[in-house]
């Protein structure tokens, strides 16, 4: 792992980022990050390099630098990013790919609900639902694996929220196959904007969380099978 930047600009209501590093954002400068990187590659024969920035493309001109530092050097090696959906889309394609042939293998994005109304309690003010598809659309005609975090339970949530949620991961992995889609409970970390503002709730999902859980895989699951069936019927029906 390594680092390259600190802080994200967003205020995110289930994050602690605003607590721990307020909202300046602070980075290594383009060429620092691509000596360091491909030096700690070379060093100790790394063929992965995750950057566990909060949010790696906050600044443009400055990822397409560290590609372009870091082909001049010819180290090759994977690496994987966190970034938030609307920067993703700032990039263009062609940006996009010169990060792919740089070794950017993956990024990873917190599209975190499929509802409009969970993203507004979020205060996920620069994310739209559509945004989420895009970002995954422009990562895979570039060759990059889009990867995203869902989350349940967030206080607000109700059924017609997941059934949203539930519904937008099944739409992104019937777009891109190679999508990988993640899920968590809503967690009450110290320092985070929703926990001065519904602490009750939240102690009361974390409690829930195993039978929580179990509920949505098993929705996914019921998801999965019926889609499976309708393609196996299409297709033994054109045979």
């Known amino acids: 792992m390594y680092t390259s930047s600190l802080a994200c600009p967003y205020s995110c209501a289930y994050c602690t980022n605003e607590a721990v590093y307020g909202r300046k954002w602070n980075a290594l400068d383009a060429e620092q990050v691509a ?44 690496w994987s990013i966190q970034a938030s959906t609307n920067l993703v889309n700032r990039l263009t394609v062609e940006e996009l790919k010169l990060l792919k042939r740089s070794g950017l293998s993956q990024v990873a994005q917190g599209a975190d609900s499929g509802s409009r109304k969970v993203m507004h309690l979020m205060n996920k003010t620069f994310q739209k639902v559509e945004t989420v598809y895009e970002a995954a659309a422009r990562l895979t005609e570039a060759g990059i694996r889009p990867s995203f975090n869902m989350i349940f339970g967030f206080p607000g949530e109700e059924e017609e929220d997941r059934r949203d949620a539930i519904r937008m991961i099944m739409e992104i992995c019937r777009r891109d196959p190679g999508a990988e889609v993640g899920t968590n409970s809503g967690t009450p970390y110290p320092g985070a904007r929703v926990m001065r503002i519904n602490h009750a709730r939240f102690v009361y999902l974390v409690s829930q969380q195993p039978a929580f859980a179990l509920m949505v895989m098993d929705a996914l699951s019921k998801r999965l099978r019926a889609s499976n069936d309708r393609t196996y019927r299409a297709t033994t029906a054109n045979s």
């Open 35 to 78: 000596g360091e990187t491909t030096d700690l590659v070379s060093r100790y024969g790394l063929t992965l390099l995750w950057i566990v920035d909060d949010n790696f493309l906050v600044d443009r001109d400055r990822a397409v630098g560290i590609a372009e530092g870091v082909l001049r050097r010819g180290v090759k090696f994977d």
